[in-house]
């Protein structure tokens, strides 16, 4: 069963850091672009940052600097190096993966909840 399993959330006080992990569970990790996505309370699901199947990253401007967004292949795994973390970041963040070849299949994660507390 294809499934995506982020780790790594949890509190943390405004200025720290926080690594995210997605794990992909899929013979055909290649084949797909991954991204972090976020929600906040009351509020949309937004693009955080993508992945290309050759790692090159893509990241919203409002976040450049801070959010750092890398890819493992043989490890089937993304990554969102978060720092200098701030109240506004406080949201669940979402692993999604798209296929870029043949049907754009579009998986998504369950959450993790990132909490940014003063």
């Known amino acids: 069963q294809v499934q995506l399993v982020e780790s790594g959330g949890g509190s943390v006080q405004t200025g720290g850091s926080l690594r995210l992990s997605c794990v992909f569970s899929?013979?055909?990790?290649?084949?797909?672009?991954m991204s972090w996505y976020r929600q906040a309370p009351e509020k949309q699901r937004e693009l955080v940052a993508s992945?290309?199947?050759?790692?090159?990253?893509n990241y919203v401007d409002s976040l450049k600097g801070r959010f750092y967004i890398s890819r493992d292949n043989p490890k089937n795994t993304i990554y969102l190096d978060m720092n200098n973390l701030e109240s506004e970041d406080t949201a669940v963040y979402y692993c999604?993966?798209?296929?870029?070849?043949?049907?754009?299949?579009?998986?998504w994660g369950q959450g993790t909840q990132v909490t940014v507390s003063s």
């Open positions: 999604k993966a798209q296929r870029t070849v043949g049907d754009p299949i579009v998986y």
């Open positions: 899929t013979d055909a990790f290649r084949l797909y672009t």
């Open positions: 992945v290309n199947a050759r790692g090159a990253p």
